[in-house]
Structures are given as structure tokens and as C-alpha cells.
């Protein structure tokens, strides 16, 4: 079991920032790939960007590269999203999630663990 618990969500301007966190728990975090999904109001949850185990390799869905950074910090067993130029169409609840697997899949599907979620909203 890896419980997951996100953080960093509200309410920001167009063109603000946000820092969501992840705090996982359990002994072997530093074993799990780490992912960020969203839920707009109406559409179904989508990938958002994706971290392998040691932070070296990371992925990310086109509409947010170059404006949002997925980290972690093993020793804290934190997972970080740091949202940049925020648009009002990146308004969703943010959901973290965990898989214990060398390469990060894209895919909700194959995700294990999932946090409860963080509500951002960005106003135009």
C-alpha cells in the first residue's frame, strides 16, 4: 500500500503559479513511478506528467510542457508539480498516483495507488 496525499491546490489568476505536492508513505517510495492526473468538470481524467523512480527521466502530455515540472525528493517521499503560466482550461481536480514499475506508463489504467485529489482553479 502506498497512501498518497495531495496538497498545493486553489484558486490563481491566469498567468500564476502553483506548487501541488504529493506525500506518499510506505518504506519502498523510492521503488514506485509517480504520475499527475486531472479531472476538468464534464471530461474524463487525463495524464498530466509522469516521473520514473530516481527523477531522471519525465514525461509530460503536450498541453503543459513547458510550464509545469514533475520532481521528487525521495528522502521526503514527495512528489511535486510545479505549474507555471496556469490557463484557465488547466482548471481540474489534480490527482496523484503511484505504480511500482521502472518506466512511468501514461495511462490512468495502470496506476495503482491514487491520492484523493487537489482542486485548482484558474480565473481568466
Known amino acids: 500500500q502506498v497512501p498518497l496525499v495531495e496538497s498545493g491546490g486553489g484558486l490563481v489568476q491566469a498567468g500564476g503559479s502553483l506548487r501541488l505536492s504529493c506525500a506518499a508513505s510506505?518504506?519502498?517510495?523510492?521503488?514506485?513511478?509517480m504520475a499527475w492526473f486531472r479531472q476538468a468538470p464534464g471530461k474524463e481524467r487525463e495524464f498530466v506528467a509522469a516521473?520514473?523512480?530516481?527523477?531522471?527521466?519525465?514525461y509530460y502530455t503536450d498541453s503543459v510542457k513547458g510550464r509545469f515540472t514533475i520532481s521528487r525528493d525521495n528522502a521526503k517521499n514527495m512528489v511535486y508539480l510545479q505549474m507555471n503560466s496556469l490557463k484557465p482550461e488547466d482548471t481540474a481536480v489534480y490527482y496523484c498516483?503511484?505504480?511500482?514499475?521502472?518506466?512511468?506508463?501514461?495511462?490512468?489504467?495502470?496506476?495503482?495507488?491514487w491520492g484523493q485529489g487537489t482542486q485548482v482553479t484558474v480565473s481568466s
Open positions: 516521473l520514473n523512480w530516481s527523477g531522471d527521466s519525465s
Open positions: 510506505g518504506r519502498t517510495f523510492n521503488n514506485y513511478c
Open positions: 498516483a503511484a505504480r511500482l514499475l521502472l518506466i512511468p506508463p501514461l495511462h490512468e489504467s495502470e496506476y495503482d495507488y
